[in-house]
């Protein structure tokens, strides 16, 4: 399986909401870096350490949580995903990057604009 074709599974299973498959194409030592200072921002060790202090809280804050790729990009290890992200009151795109090491994934980092998420946010 190629890079790109694995980070496509990446998405489909985050997309499934397979979390159990997402974590099986990630290294146990992977690093989930979201920039920013949203409630989910921050660096975290480990597949399910991103699952249960990141991805879990993002429902709280955004109704309708999509991302889509749109394009990849591959160089030197490295993935880059031009992303459609969208929610409830929010429609943007973005950039993703993937480091891949023998077969999986074992780095990400997301450039995403904060700002606009943050006027998106659920408010109850």
Known sequence: MSNIQLIEKVYERFSAGDMDGWASLHTSDFEFKYLGNLP???????????????????????????????????????VFVHIHMTATNLDTETMHMFVVEEGRVRKFQGFDNTGLMIEAFVTN
């Open 40 to 78: 989910f921002s921050g660096t975290f060790i480990g597949p399910q350490t991103a699952i249960d202090e990141c991805f879990s809280l993002i429902p709280k804050y955004l109704e309708n949580f999509l991302v889509a790729p749109i394009r990849m990009f591959e160089c030197e290890g490295r």
